[in-house]
């Protein structure tokens, strides 16, 4: 990414329109669809130079006269389009969702992407009951979520990792067994954590 990534210093913002507000970012993230989109993945949508940054938390500094001056001070994580790499960014204020008080900015900043899609997922595709899961990516930030989601149903998930050296399992109870496919016999230890078939992968 340092190839094409500059650092610049601009002038700030402009005064924010009707329905916008000025967020001052106090935290942000560098999510893979930073990474995919910084390396030109969504051509199609991406009009470069651009700031990169899905995801971030911020707080509202000022707020065009269309917005709700309670707005005005509170911490928000502003959605919908890029720019979170930036200290000050420009956001209509419908996309900016506030945070709760008890998130600390460090998980804040990263409530939208991963835990939404692993929201979404669980929701969409665990409609019946399911006993057995297997998650491929087991490693991943997301692959974390679904584990805890689906816990929280009952569900212990089987889970797929490539076995990093050095990986750290920060909710190692979740997993009813991790599976590392670099070593031998591993697709055997699928089959037998399958209990006789995976409700869903
Ligand atoms: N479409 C959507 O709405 C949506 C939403 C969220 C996420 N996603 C996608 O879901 C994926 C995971 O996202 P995340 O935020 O959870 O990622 P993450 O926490 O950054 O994890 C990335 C993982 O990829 C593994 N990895 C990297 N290079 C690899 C390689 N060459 N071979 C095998 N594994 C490799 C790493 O495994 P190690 O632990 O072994 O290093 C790491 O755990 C990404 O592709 C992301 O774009 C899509």
């Not at 700031?51 to 065009?64: K, M």
């Not at 149903?153 to 089987?158: C, E, K, L, N, V």
């Amino acid at each position: 990414m340092g190839e094409v990534l500059t650092l610049r210093e601009v002038s700030g913002p402009a005064p924010p329109g009707t329905d916008d507000v000025v967020v001052r970012m106090i935290a942000s993230t560098v999510n893979p669809s930073d990474v995919l989109t910084i390396a030109g993945a969504h051509g199609s949508r991406t009009t470069f130079p651009f700031v990169p940054g899905f995801e971030g938390a911020g707080v509202i500094e000022s707020a065009g006269c269309g917005v709700p001056r309670e707005l005005i001070g509170q911490r928000v994580l502003p959605l919908g389009s890029a720019g979170s790499w930036q200290q000050l960014r420009c956001a209509d204020w419908r996309w900016c969702v506030p945070a709760p008080a008890d998130l600390p900015d460090e998980i804040a900043r990263f409530a939208h992407i991963n835990p939404l899609t692993a929201h979404l997922m669980v929701e969409r595709f665990c409609t019946r009951a399911a006993r057995n899961v297997l998650i491929t990516g087991a490693s991943t930030t997301i692959a974390g979520h679904l584990a805890e989601l689906l816990a929280a149903r009952g569900i212990t998930s089987a889970g797929l990792h490539r076995g990093a050296p050095g990986r750290a399992w920060p909710h190692r109870g979740l997993w009813r067994c991790l599976v590392t496919t670099d070593r031998p016999g591993w697709a055997q230890q699928v089959r037998d954590s399958s209990q006789g078939g995976f409700d869903g992968v």
